[in-house]
Nanobody, 122 residues
Framework: VQLQASGGGLVQTGGSLKLSCAAP????????MGWFRQPPAKERELVAA????????YYVDSVKGRFTISRDNAKNTVYLQMDRLKPEDTAVYYC????????????????WGQGTQVTVSS
């Protein structure tokens, strides 16, 4: 099972990008969805996560106030709106589906998207 991530690209500092991730319906309605990122030569980090049933999303401190995660249950799609981007946000971004809220370890996720590159130029 593959999640389908899209929306990465090259943007200048202060710009915005919106990532999308589509999942099969049976996955989307049973798992919470997260976005990870992995800069070059660094570990994969959980950036944001959201539950199917609602409730407060999770954000890593470095993106609070700049990134917004949301989901459209009718479209089985999760989004990551990234505003006021910084060069340190440059990474490959992955969407993933997990069961145990909220797991910051990538090993805790059962399904992954293929990754989309986000590059923020200074």
């Amino acid at each position: 099972v593959q999640l389908q991530a899209s929306g990465g690209g090259l943007v200048q500092t202060g710009g915005s990008l919106k990532l999308s991730c589509a999942a099969p319906g049976r996955i989307f309605s049973s798992y919470y969805m997260g976005w990870f990122r992995q800069p070059p030569a660094k570990e994969r980090e959980l950036v944001a996560a959201i539950r199917w049933s609602g409730g407060a999303p999770y954000y890593v401190d470095s993106v609070k106030g700049r990134f917004t995660i949301s989901r459209d249950n009718a479209k089985n799609t999760v989004y990551l709106q990234m505003d006021r981007l910084k060069p340190e946000d440059t990474a490959v971004y992955y969407c993933a589906a997990g069961l145990s809220w909220v797991d910051r370890d990538p090993k805790g996720y059962d399904y992954w998207g293929q990754g989309t590159q986000v590059t923020v130029s200074s």
